[in-house]
């Protein structure tokens, strides 16, 4: 037998086991109507695959998980949807969830079931996207996804497989040890299979189980397959020994590290009921659809073990244990240390209802009112995750959320020892789970303000940027607009139309060098050219003769002959061209020596300077009668355009301009009347 | 040098003040020198004064969100301006500035006890963008002449959007908070002494 570890605290509450283990699992009659809940534990919530009225059969699937976490849920009996709603769940909370109700036929038509018994010729991922279809989700405690917890992509070195059940009250797994335990066994090397056959699998018992102990050591003593061992290590009850950290440190001597997983240590753990859901999912394709549910207390006449279809309602549950209901103190799902009461028992099973109980006045302690803490330690004493839980409660009282982080809030498994223990009566665990729940909250929140900064933030960068465009725009279009006034002023100003003129002048030389400038160079490269093509038709030329003097074949002599008339061809056209260019530049100059100024800016240089001169030249009332008929003109094809335009701002623009005009063409006139009286 | 070394010996008075003098010149000049070595760019009370606020950017606080908020606050200006923070965020406030706490200041509005998204009737929606413009964590999604939506996770609740609709199509909803959202309440708190008078309690251990 295996050397076992002994973990810290722990306590040892009544067991409380033996009254339901007195008869074989038995089946349950089939209720008439059955509640799948959407969510069957934390994560997220699946989506329903049926419409309501469809008929299902029996392991059919009806809700997807959404990916990456939680499990597909499929119908427990054949029969019609015939709602998909809220109905209260089996939660603490009491609150109403999504649930699908199925009508039972009562006919439990099965789907074609896909059995695999040769699982290990499997790809692994097709067995992994299996176990998610077939909805097998862990039966021992949070209901995590089977197939997340397989798909360790770590080295894995021990597979524990947990058969602890250290919870008063509850045999569910007992049970299955006792009457399935080959199954199970099977179970252990589909998991085997997919974590690449770690190098030890190990059962982790209680000795308080000594019948299943023996049907375990019967069962791995059968089996045909030795090379994969089986080890059993049986240490003594103390409750909570199931919890995974502790279940490690038992079985290995190592602590978990706070907020690691057992994979970080090549451990995975694994519930003896989810290896046994994994079998039947695998070798005989029945998905999970019913678990063994302990249903016990002694408000009940008889107490047993069931094999429950998921969404049985418990009233259905109770009623078959023939409930008493007026001895009924308190109905508890789960067991009497980690579970929780039931407002009601009008509610349906999930996948990790492992055990109900209905205990009368005398199980349940009668409520006494909390005490202020004493400290006397006992509490810290109890604890198996070696925390302080005296501390703890303190600061949970007072929400001081850092204090509770820096005692490790986050490592305790809830498994209420320290309430358990505590004279002053205190409800500790509910303290924690408060804590717990409100610093997650708290996490969350953060979360999204940090998010709404962020966003928010962005956004008042993009409204600065675009704001900073835009002024950018206007800037520019106000600079291009100040540009062009300044020289509307310039050509407006008599002072400055000489300067004008000698730019124009200017500009105008400039662009007759350059032209000046095209000729001798276009003759340079001709004559360069004809040079070239000289040269070459002489080098032909005498490539010919030698060829001929040579003798050389008819061919090479005809091509030498084209190559020499090409360059002949060449030399001529280049000359032609040169002869052209004499001509024409002895004409062009010929011209510039009669009229110097004939082209285009030239004779604008010229009409410029003779309108400057004749404005000069102008009397001043002559200037003013001038400027006042360029006015009039003006003023005349505003008008025009003004009855045109139908975009009535542009008109108000049009007439607001044709406004000024018309009041400078006034002032003009009444000055220009001024003056001639004056003369 | 020399009549100033035996001033030195023969009065110890104007040794110890010469030793201060030196002192206070080497620390006043370590002292100077590390402010100017390890100057802090930017106002970091101003970045941990906004981590505490909600960033709801409502503007109901006065300012146009949050950080300016933060940094009126941080020049002096009362931090119980803010109704989505509440009385948390006065305290948490209050503890990092080491002031008293005080009541909320319902100036500014209410503080609410549940959370709100906006929501928008989709059918009546006229596709004029005005919401857009108004959401201060661009939590809308459209475009002119088409249907808009609220992206419920990025929304803030700040309710900016809901009166610039000219249609009046945008409501304010309950954040609703199913199973998901649920979570143990602390128990009631035990009395000092044994005898004191219990609210009675349903909740068991
Ligand atoms: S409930 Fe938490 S604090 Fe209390 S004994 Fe268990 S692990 Fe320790
Ligand atoms: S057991 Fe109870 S009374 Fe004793 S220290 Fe812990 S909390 Fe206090
Ligand atoms: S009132 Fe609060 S949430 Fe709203 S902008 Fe001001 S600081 Fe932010
Ligand atoms: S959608 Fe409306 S309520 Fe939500 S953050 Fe944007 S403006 Fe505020």
Redesign the interface.
């Known amino acids: 037998m295996r050397k076992v570890w002994q973990t810290p605290g722990g306590i040892h509450p009544a067991e409380n086991k033996l009254q339901s283990v007195q008869q074989p699992i038995q089946p349950l009659p089939l209720p008439p109507r059955l509640w799948v809940a959407l ?1 069957q534990h934390a994560g997220a ?1 699946a989506k329903p695959l049926v419409a309501v009225g469809e008929r299902v059969l029996k392991g059919q699937m009806i809700a997807r998980p959404q990916p990456d976490s939680g499990t597909a849920l499929h119908a427990p009996s054949s029969g019609t949807v015939v709602a998909i709603g809220p109905h209260p ?1 089996a ?3 009491g ?1 109403p ?1 999504d649930c699908i109700e199925i009508v039972c036929d009562g006919l439990e038509q099965w789907i074609d079931r896909d059995r695999h018994p040769d699982y290990r010729s499997l790809p692994r991922s097709e067995l992994l996207v299996m176990i998610s279809e077939r909805g097998v989700a862990g039966l021992g405690g949070a209901g995590f996804p089977t197939a997340i917890k397989l798909a360790s992509d770590r080295p894995i070195e021990l597979l524990l497989i947990n058969a602890t059940e250290c919870e008063p009250y509850i045999t569910a797994d007992d049970s299955l040890l006792r009457e399935r335990a080959e199954q199970m066994l099977v179970g252990i090397d589909i998991a085997s299979y997919l974590l690449g056959d770690p190098a030890e699998r190990v059962i982790g018992i209680e000795d308080n189980k000594p019948e299943a102990i023996a049907a375990l050591r019967t069962a791995i003593a059968a089996r045909s397959d030795k090379a994969a061992a089986i080890e059993l290590a049986i240490f003594p009850t103390k409750y909570p020994s199931g919890g995974e950290k502790q279940l490690i440190q038992i079985v290995t001597g190592r602590e978990l590290p706070s907020g690691a997983l057992p994979a970080e240590l090549g451990i995975v753990c694994q519930n003896v009921g989810t290896l046994y859901a994994l079998k039947r999912a695998i070798v005989d394709g029945e998905p999970l659809i019913s678990r063994i549910t302990t249903v016990t207390g002694k408000a009940c006449l008889r107490n047993g073990n069931y094999e429950t279809l998921i969404g049985t309602p418990v009233s259905a549950l109770l009623g078959h244990n023939q409930l008493q209901p007026q001895r009924l103190a ?1 109905l508890i799902m789960g067991g009497p240390m980690m579970g929780v ?1 039931l407002p009601s028992s009008e509610l349906p099973t999930v996948k990790t209802s492992n055990c109900f109980i209905a205990a009368d006045a005398s199980e ?1 302690a009668p ?1 006494q ?4 803490c004493i400290r006397c330690g006992l509490c810290a004493e109890a604890c198996p995750a070696s925390l302080l839980p005296q501390q703890l409660y303190w600061h ?2 007072s ?1 001081q959320h850092e204090k509770l982080e820096a005692h490790n809030l986050f490592d305790c498994i809830e498994c ?1 020892a320290c ?1 358990y223990v505590c004279p ?8 924690f ?6 610093i ?2 708290q996490r969350a ?1 953060k979360a ?6 962020e ?6 960068q993009r409204l600065e940027q675009q704001e900073r465009d835009k002024q950018a725009k206007r800037e520019a279009r106000k600079l291009a607009a100040e540009q062009a006034k300044a020289a509307q002023a310039q050509g407006d100003n008599g002072a400055a139309e000489d300067n004008s003129a000698a730019a124009l002048i200017a500009a105008a030389q400039a662009r007759a060098a350059a032209r000046m400038a095209s000729p001798q160079q276009q003759r340079d490269k001709l004559t360069r050219a004809i040079t070239s093509s000289r040269a070459r038709l002489q080098a032909a030329e005498d490539k010919l003769t030698q060829a001929q003097h040579d003798g050389a074949d008819h061919s090479q002599l005809q091509a030498l002959q084209a190559a020499q008339a090409a360059a002949a061809q060449k030399l001529q056209l280049a000359e032609q061209k040169l002869a052209e260019l004499a001509a024409t530049d002895s004409a062009s100059s010929s011209d510039a020596s009669a009229a110097p100024e004939l082209d285009a800016a030239s004779r604008a240089i010229a009409k410029a300077r003779d309108s400057a001169a004749a404005r000069e030249a102008m009397s001043p009332s002559e200037k003013m009668a001038s400027d006042l008929a360029a006015l009039d003109k003006r003023l005349a094809k505003l008008q025009e355009k003004l009855e045109l335009c139908e975009d009535s701002e542009q008109r108000q623009l049009l007439e607001s301009s044709a406004a000024k005009l018309q009041a400078k063409r006034d002032a003009l006139h009444t000055s220009s009347q001024g003056d001639q009286h004056g003369i | 040098m020399q009549p100033l070394w035996e001033l030195v010996v023969a009065n110890p008075i104007a040794a110890a003040v010469l030793a201060l003098v030196g002192l206070a010149l080497l620390f006043g000049a370590l002292l100077g020198f590390a402010a100017e070595r390890f100057r802090v760019e930017g106002d970091p009370i101003v970045e941990q004064i ?1 981590a505490l ?5 409502c503007g109901q606080c006065g300012h146009p ?3 300016p908020y933060a940094e009126s606050i941080a020049a002096g200006e009362a931090i119980n301006k803010c109704p989505p923070g509440g009385q948390a965020t006065i305290n948490a406030l209050a503890a990092l500035l080491d002031l008293p706490a005080p009541e909320l200041d319902d100036e500014h509005g209410e503080a609410s006890e549940v959370k709100k998204v906006a929501y928008i009737r989709e059918d009546e929606c006229i596709g004029c963008t005005k919401c857009i413009q108004a959401c ?4 809308i999604l459209g475009s002119a002449k088409m249907m808009h939506t609220v992206i419920a996770a ?1 929304c ?1 609740g700040c309710d900016l959007c809901v009166e610039p609709c000219p249609v009046d199509c945008i409501d304010m909803l309950p954040v609703e908070t ?3 959202g ?6 009631p ?6 005898s004191d008078r ?1 609210p009675h ?1 349903g ?3």
């Open positions: 969510n919530v769940i939660h603490p909370s609150l969830a308190r009461a349940v409520e009112p909390a005490q202020p949970a009282q929400q209420g309430s002053s009566n205190i409800p500790l665990v509910q303290y789970r408060a804590g717990k729940g409100e997650r909250q929140e999204k303000s940090d998010f709404a900064r966003r928010f933030e962005f956004r008042q | 906004d606020l909600p960033q709801t950017q969100g949050c950080r201060p964590v661009d939590a990025e803030t199913g199973i998901q649920w979570q143990w309440q602390l128990p708190r035990p009395g000092l002494i044994a219990q309690s909740a068991a251990a």
